[in-house]
Structures are given as structure tokens and as C-alpha cells.
């Protein structure tokens, strides 16, 4: 079946610090991959996606690069701000149906 | 102006109740999907549906109902309410040939 794994479930940094949050994912078919991006207080919202086809996807300074051979999605950002503190989900979409499946989500905390 | 919108955003049920939730969309997507979020779980998809008239069971279907009467609204039932159901509700919309999924802003259901 399909399932994702995010298996950082809270973390913590000082502004300007590096991001990394890694995913790993399982499926029969040709995944499209997505981080979404949860605010307090809000739905979750699209930041980026990445298909099979060009293996990575960048927005608003994050990017995120899928691996095949590892069945690995990783988010990283170079220098993150105390206004990235948000819940981030890896999310998995399927070939019927255009269901989609979400990790359990990474908490991120920045300190200013 | 927000393209998807929940009601109530708060909720307080008793055991035993019935409750419905309602969600309208204003992207004129042919999908629509209900979720919940819980501690520890990420998002878990209840039912979904392609267009109006059109409902399907998700992961997580006992215990809810769902109706789709227009393109643009679609409810969650839930008939007999249990304190289990206690979570955030998500509705989202997407496009038929798309994964991309747009969230409102979620309501909070509390059962007693």
C-alpha cells in the first residue's frame, strides 16, 4: 500500500541554522511527492511539489529532492526565519483517485 | 477572499448527538475530501467525493456520513456522536486531474 514515514516528530533551531527533514515513502506506482506547510491555527497549504520527472522542487527559499533509489524525500532550508516555526507534512500522492497521504507531520521550532 | 470555508469552527456535542459539519468551496473543483487530524496521526481521510451526488469511503469511514448536494458544499455527518470523534476536521478541495489539495481552515469538535 502507500505510506509515508517522517520520523522527526519535533524540530528545533536557531535562526539561521539549517533545515533538514527527511521522509520516506512507499508505493507501487510513480509517486508525486509534496511537503505541506501548517501554520497555527490554519489548514495545511501547499509549499512544494516534486514529481518523478524533475526530482526536485524549490518555493520560498525551501527545497526538497526525491530519491529513488532510497524511496527518500528530503525538505531543507539553508537559513531558516522564526516565521518557519509550523508543522510540516510529507505527503504522498497516488495514481487513482488523486488521493493523497500525509506523514505525520515534523514540528519545527525556531528560536529567535 | 478565502476559497474554502468551514462551519462551525468550534463545536461542542453531546454523547449520542448528531452533528454535521459543513464545508463550502468557491475553486469550483470537482473533488472534495474530509479529514481529521489527531496527535501523532497526521491527516486521515474519512470520505471524499468527485462532483456532486458522489460520495466515497476513505481510510477512516466508520462512524461518519458524508453528502456532496452541490459542486460547491459538502457535510460530515456524524449521526450518533462519540467522544472518540473528539478532533480537528479538514475539508479540502482539488481538481479532478490533480492532487493538489486546498484546506480550510479546519474545525474543532469536542464531544462530551
Known amino acids: 500500500g502507500n505510506s509515508v514515514t517522517q520520523m522527526q516528530g519535533q524540530v528545533t533551531l536557531s535562526e539561521e541554522e539549517f533545515l533538514f527533514i527527511n521522509c520516506t515513502y512507499s508505493?507501487?506506482?510513480?509517486?508525486?511527492l509534496f511537503w505541506y506547510v501548517q501554520y497555527p491555527g490554519e489548514g495545511p497549504q501547499l509549499l512544494l511539489k516534486?514529481?518523478?520527472?524533475?526530482n526536485k522542487g524549490s518555493s520560498r527559499g525551501f527545497e526538497a529532492t526525491y530519491d529513488k533509489g532510497t524511496t527518500s524525500f528530503h525538505l531543507q532550508k539553508a537559513s531558516v526565519q522564526e516565521s518557519d516555526s509550523a508543522v510540516y507534512y510529507c505527503?504522498?500522492?497516488?495514481?487513482?483517485?488523486?488521493?493523497?497521504?500525509f506523514g505525520d507531520g515534523t514540528q519545527l521550532v525556531v528560536k529567535p | 477572499e478565502a476559497a474554502v470555508t468551514q462551519s462551525p469552527r468550534n463545536k461542542v456535542a453531546v454523547t449520542g448527538g448528531k452533528v454535521t459539519l459543513s464545508c463550502n468551496q468557491t475553486?469550483?473543483?470537482?473533488?472534495m475530501y474530509w479529514y481529521r487530524q489527531d496527535t501523532g496521526h497526521g491527516l486521515r481521510l474519512i470520505h471524499y467525493?468527485?462532483?456532486?451526488?458522489?460520495?466515497e469511503k476513505g481510510d477512516i469511514p466508520d462512524g461518519y456520513k458524508a453528502s456532496r448536494p452541490s459542486q460547491e458544499n459538502f457535510s460530515l455527518i456524524l449521526e450518533l456522536a462519540t467522544p472518540s470523534q473528539t478532533s480537528v476536521y479538514f475539508c479540502?478541495?482539488?481538481?479532478?486531474?490533480?492532487?493538489?489539495?486546498?484546506f480550510g481552515p479546519g474545525t474543532r469538535l469536542t464531544v462530551l
Open positions: 479540502a478541495s482539488g481538481r479532478w486531474d490533480s492532487y493538489e489539495q486546498y
Open positions: 508505493t507501487t506506482g510513480y509517486p508525486t
Open positions: 516534486v514529481t518523478t520527472a524533475n
Open positions: 505527503v504522498l500522492g497516488e495514481d487513482s483517485n488523486n488521493r493523497i497521504f
Open positions: 475553486n469550483n473543483h470537482n473533488n
Open positions: 467525493s468527485y462532483g456532486a451526488g458522489s460520495t
